[in-house]
Structure formats: C-alpha cells, structure tokens
Nanobody, 123 residues
Framework: QVQLVESGGGLVQAGGSLRLSCAASRRTFSSYVMGWFRQAPGKGREFVAHITWTGGNTAYADSVKGRFTISRDSAKNTVYLQMNSLKPEDTAVYYC????????????????WGQGTQVTVSS
C-alpha cells in the first residue's frame, strides 16, 4: 500500500512563509506526477501546483503563481511546497496527490492522496 504523508502546516501571520512536505512511502512515483491541492472551509478542492518526477516540470494555479514553489527530492521520495507571502485566503487544508499524468492530477483524479495538513494564515 502506497502512502503519502503531508507535514509542515501550521498557523502563520499574513506575509509569512511555510514549507509543506509530502513523503511517499516508497519510490513508486518515478513516472508519476505529484500535485498539491487545497480545500478551504465551505469550498471545493482546488489545484495548487504540480511537478513531474522525471523532468521536474512544474505548473501553478494563478492564485499562487510567484508566491509558491513546488519541488522534489528524489532521494527522499519527498515533494515540497514552499509558500511565501501568505495571505488569509490561502487558509485551507493542503493535500498531496500522485497520479499517472498531468491531466489526471490537475483534474483532481490522482491515484493516491495524503490525509492533508492545515494551513491557517491570520490577518
């Protein structure tokens, strides 16, 4: 059974930074696409960013472009989301996902999901 475990969430003031981590239980994802999503209270799940393991190609939602950076450490089977210049509207539960293609992941139809980590940004 493959597991994704997120960590790094917390409470931060507006303008601050956090780095989220997503650790995969095994090196299954050499051909997978890894993504970050978020879900704010009362709202649907929203795509945030994705990265490919092989080429490190990335893409971001417009709402986080220029503030968030997704990266991966293949040796540690870990994907990161560096979040800078945080805003109160970034408050959400953040989820890590893995899927077989960019299209699958961006559509929110990844094969594997983590349990989520809470990010709260105070004004």
């Amino acid at each position: 059974q493959v597991q994704l475990v997120e960590s790094g969430g917390g409470l931060v003031q507006a303008g601050g930074s956090l780095r989220l981590s997503c650790a995969a239980s095994r090196r299954t994802f050499s051909s997978y696409v890894m993504g970050w999503f978020r879900q704010a209270p009362g709202k649907g799940r929203e795509f945030v960013a994705h990265i490919t393991w092989t080429g490190g190609n990335t893409a971001y939602a417009d709402s986080v472009k220029g503030r968030f950076t997704i990266s991966r450490d293949s040796a540690k089977n870990t994907v990161y989301l560096q979040m800078n210049s945080l805003k109160p509207e970034d408050t959400a539960v953040y989820y890590c996902a893995a899927g077989s293609s960019v299209r699958t992941v961006v559509a929110g139809k990844g094969d594997y999901w983590g349990q989520g980590t809470q990010v709260t940004v105070s004004s």
